[in-house]
């Protein structure tokens, strides 16, 4: 059964570079069916959730415009991860963020359980 | 950017009783990447339609969806207690962008 485990610092400081990481077990990221994607979401009553990018099993990356500047997602095959580094953050990009699959039908099959990031000097 | 938008912001029913919720996109969306996910406190999202009326596996039949073009629904037929929660429509687009609408609050009555 495939999951998916984030992990990252829980707190950063204003301007600094967020770096999560994914692991995947119970299956591979090098499938060449799925793509993978990071997606977040505020915290609060009535926050909804938005997507950050995807990174396909060829390394092609795909990312909001709007975080576009800021975001880079590789992947590490031999550890079966995939990663997101979101750089000069502020207080607006605290948020549980999520990583999750996506196969060919568009939708986010599979997520991770979340991992709380606060942006805070 | 296709922006989607859902209503009603929050619906109040009662357990057994049916449940609509409309998700309406800013421009036509290929039915084939329209979802639906569920979200309870806590947890992730979970996905329960994809390709705007395909259930996702494990989802029971009461759940439904329907809809192309600019209008889609979700459809609830009989709410069961664990149902109330919040629900989202997501679009994938030709430009590889994901958009999520902002939620429709389902809570008991």
């Known amino acids: 059964q495939l999951q998916l485990q984030e992990s990252g610092p829980g707190l950063v400081k204003p301007s600094e570079t967020l770096s999560l990481t994914c692991t995947v077990s119970?299956?591979?990221?090098?499938?060449?069916?799925?793509?993978w994607g990071w997606i977040r979401q505020p915290p609060g009553p009535g926050k909804g959730l938005e997507w950050i990018?995807?990174?396909?099993?060829?390394?092609?990356?795909y990312y909001n415009p709007s975080l576009k500047s800021r975001v880079t997602i590789s992947e590490d095959t031999s550890k079966n991860q995939f990663s997101l580094k979101l750089s000069s953050v502020t207080a607006a990009d605290t948020a549980v963020y999520y990583c999750?699959?996506?196969?060919?039908?568009?939708?986010?099959?599979?997520w991770g359980q979340g991992t709380m990031i606060t942006v805070s000097s | 950017e296709i922006v989607l938008t859902q209503s009603p912001g929050t619906l109040s029913l009662s357990p057994g009783e049916r449940a609509t919720l409309s998700c309406r996109a800013s421009q036509s969306v290929t039915s084939s990447f329209l979802a639906w996910y569920q979200q309870k406190p806590g947890q992730a999202p979970r996905l329960l339609i994809y390709g705007a009326s395909s259930r996702a596996t494990g989802i029971p039949d009461r759940f439904s969806g329907s809809g192309s073009g600019t209008d889609f629904t979700l459809t609830i037929s009989r709410l069961e207690p664990e149902d109330f929660a919040v629900y989202y429509c997501?679009?994938?687009?030709?430009?590889?962008?994901?958009?999520f609408g902002q939620g429709t609050k389902l809570e008991i009555k």
């Open positions: 119970g299956g591979s990221i090098s499938s060449s069916v799925y793509y």
């Open positions: 997501q679009q994938y687009g030709s430009s590889l962008m994901y958009t």
């Open positions: 999750a699959r996506r196969p060919p039908m568009g939708a986010f099959d599979i």
């Open positions: 990018g995807s990174i396909y099993y060829s390394g092609s990356t």
